[in-house]
């Protein structure tokens, strides 16, 4: 059974928006610090935003504020919105529990964001 699940990925020319969704299981979510990722072509998994289950959020100083991480408790859903999308944001985009990222757990297939002309 999937437990993370990302969409809203896409093809965007630069300067453009996109809203990441992930929908994931309650036993990941609840009450727990959930984060997105990406990795570009040739590059390492990077943690680009976290929000904790209060709402504090974090942002790599690559995307200050162009994007931003939200939650919704209720329906176990992250969302990432993504503003003034330059080429350097394409990248596949997952969504996790940071301590399961850290500690080398389950992914789920990401979604891939294109930023091209």
């Known amino acids: 059974q999937v437990q993370l699940v990302e969409s809203g990925g896409g093809l965007v020319p630069p300067g453009g928006s996109l809203t990441l969704t992930c929908v994931a299981s309650?036993?990941?979510?609840?009450?727990?610090?959930m984060a997105w990722y990406r990795q570009g072509p040739g590059k390492q998994r990077e943690l680009v935003a976290q929000i904790s289950g209060l709402g504090i959020t974090n942002y790599a100083d690559s995307v200050k504020g162009r994007f931003t991480i939200s939650r919704d408790n209720a329906k176990n859903t992250l969302y990432l919105q993504m503003n003034s999308l330059k080429p350097e944001d394409t990248a596949v985009y997952y969504c996790?529990?940071?301590?399961?990222?850290?500690?080398?757990?389950?992914w789920g297939q990401g979604t891939q964001v294109t930023v091209s002309s």
């Open positions: 996790n529990r940071p301590t399961v990222a850290r500690s080398g757990g389950s």
């Open positions: 309650a036993t990941i979510f609840r009450f727990n610090n």
